[in-house]
């Protein structure tokens, strides 16, 4: 026992000693003229330039390619007039309950922001078409430079537009074009547009997706599109989705949110397939495309109840039923038939929707398409001159569905 209190007081005296020692040499801060007088030196000096070392800067070298190609967009729609109030017009309101005499209904004139990519030195910008869609005024910010636009061409089926502003003979810098047929997922994304209308913005993510297809925002339809999650934002649209090269790889269209916030979800246009768009726009004004002339479905969403109430003798899950066929439609002339099941086009077979739209999309005006249809069990050739699509088709809007993509707001 006595051996043991003894170790111990030994044990506790070292370790008083220690801290002892350890509180002499490092206790407190000893600090000579001298070394003082260096420490203020060091602080008033100059700050050390940055050395940029091989792959330390690459993003802020990808950046400084692509930003001066991004543009912001903002537009004014036609006046409208509103009521603040619904009842300050009605005499009997204002009567029981007030309110100044006369109409007091206002011009509203509505502004909306976005972004923009310069694809020719000459002042052809790429943007969204609900960007620019139904502006009675389109002008363009170049740096600190206004210029005032006009829209050369509008898709809302790929949600493209190509406005056009005049240099004046200066050349603009003109983004370099990248392959987004050449992204993996995992890849770097750069996200640079005027969020929010705050004024250009540069965000990082990764591509989180690629082709993401059967998606809407505000009743339109994406294409098969770019997902990332490079943080994009209500002013963002049109803007430049680039990679590490600082080549733009894709448009930035919507975000996925049930709030119209950022939340991690963002979608941006291929930019193979909006070049395409773009080159038909600026050479022709318009986009001309092939038109059958149905709404359809797939077979394989009707279950066996739904197909006998319809008359459909078809078993399987191959092929698309046709639910409308448009009046004076070429499919309407060929004689194709509501509750017809389309099971080949030009000896392919149609597994899906995407299929015939794929089949469709490929082939041009005036070519024909010869189609396998059943009909009351019975199947039959059909053959159909594609006409082009009208104007107007697939104009009327429809109500996003909930936790549907948020597109963000142009005008």
């Not at 619904?86 to 922001?113: H, M, W, Y």
């Not at 493209?160 to 047929?181: E, F, T, Y």
Request: with cysteine; charged share 15%.
């Amino acid at each position: 026992m006595n051996r043991f209190v003894s170790n111990l007081a030994v044990f506790v005296l070292g370790f008083i000693a220690c801290a002892l020692t350890l509180k002499l040499l490092y206790g407190g801060p000893v600090v000579t003229g001298a070394s003082k007088e260096a420490v203020l030196t060091n602080l008033s000096a100059a700050p050390s330039p940055m050395r940029h070392f091989t792959g330390e800067s690459v993003i802020a070298d990808a950046v400084s390619k692509v930003e001066p190609a991004v543009v912001d967009v903002h537009t004014q729609g036609k006046a409208v007039t509103v009521s603040p109030d619904p009842f300050s017009n009605d005499p009997l309101f204002r009567r029981f309950f007030g309110g100044p005499e006369g109409d007091n209904s206002q011009r509203i004139v509505p502004t909306g922001a976005g972004s923009g990519v310069i694809i020719s030195p000459d002042g052809y910008i790429l943007t969204n078409n609900h960007v620019v869609a139904d502006a009675a005024k389109v002008t363009v910010r170049v740096g600190e430079k206004g210029y005032e636009a006009r829209v050369i061409g509008t898709d809302p089926t790929t949600d493209i537009a190509i406005v056009k502003i005049d240099a004046k003979g200066m050349r603009l810098p003109a983004a370099q074009l990248g392959d987004s047929n050449a992204l993996r997922v995992g890849d770097w994304a750069i996200a640079v547009g005027n969020p929010l209308d705050i004024g250009t913005t540069v965000t990082l993510g990764i591509i989180s997706a690629l082709n993401r297809k059967d998606l809407s925002a505000e009743g339109h339809p994406l294409g098969s599109v770019i997902q990332t999650d490079a943080a994009i934002n209500p002013g963002n649209s049109g803007g430049a989705l680039a990679n590490i090269n600082g080549q733009v790889i894709g448009v930035n269209e919507a975000i996925y949110s049930p709030t119209g916030s950022y939340v991690g979800i963002g979608f941006a246009i291929p930019i193979n397939s909006a070049r395409k768009i773009a080159a038909e726009l600026i050479k022709n004004g318009k986009i001309v495309r092939p038109y059958l002339g149905i709404s359809y479905a797939p077979l394989k969403g009707f279950p066996p109840q739904a197909r006998q109430q319809m008359g459909i003798a078809t078993t399987g899950d191959t092929g698309v039923l046709v639910q409308q066929v448009f009046p004076g439609s070429p499919a309407d002339k060929a004689g194709l038939q509501t509750y017809d099941v389309i099971l080949e086009a030009n000896r392919r077979k149609i597994t899906d929707t995407n299929t015939l739209n794929d089949i469709i999309g490929a082939s041009k005006v005036g070519d024909t398409l010869t189609l396998l249809v059943s009909r009351n069990g019975q199947n039959r050739i059909v053959t159909v001159k594609l006409a082009e699509r009208p104007a107007n088709f697939g104009a009327q809007p429809s109500r996003p569905q909930q936790r549907q993509p948020f597109m963000m707001p142009g005008p």
